[in-house]
């Protein structure tokens, strides 16, 4: 079972970017990883996934355009560029993950992913 450690939240003026980072306990070449936000008192969100080569990507609408996801197999990481931060980001923002022979394309519902981190604060003020 695999495990994941979220890093790289904070607290970020509203224009401004950060880089999330996720590192797997195993080989991130096996699954297919997501990120989600969770902001207060709001369902848990998709923002992004990759595919386990990272010959694919898809995003979520709110982030379309802001953010980029990547993954780089060697480090066992996965990354998620983000850009023109507004104050709706802010929330508890997971990596996830699911083992990539489940899915041929990137799942989005929270419920298709086996793995998940403990999540970083991103707070992002006006």
């Known amino acids: 079972q695999v495990q994941l450690v979220e890093s790289g939240g904070g607290l970020v003026q509203a224009g401004g970017s950060l880089r999330l980072s996720c590192t797997a306990s195993?080989?991130?070449?096996?699954?297919?990883m997501g990120w989600f936000r969770q902001a207060p008192g709001k369902e848990r969100e998709f923002l992004a996934g990759?595919?386990?080569?990272?010959?694919?990507?898809v995003y979520g609408d709110s982030v379309k355009g802001r953010c980029t996801i990547s993954k780089d197999n060697a480090k066992n990481t996965v990354y998620l560029q983000m850009n023109s931060l507004e104050p709706e980001d802010t929330g508890v923002y997971s990596c996830?993950?699911?083992?990539?022979?489940?899915?041929?394309?990137?799942?989005?519902?929270?419920?298709?992913?086996?793995?998940w981190g403990q999540g970083t604060q991103v707070t992002v003020s006006s």
């Open positions: 990759i595919r386990w080569n990272g010959d694919s990507t």
């Open positions: 195993s080989l991130t070449f096996t699954y297919d």
């Open positions: 996830a993950g699911y083992n990539r022979f489940r899915s041929t394309y990137v799942r989005r519902n929270p419920v298709d992913f086996q793995y």
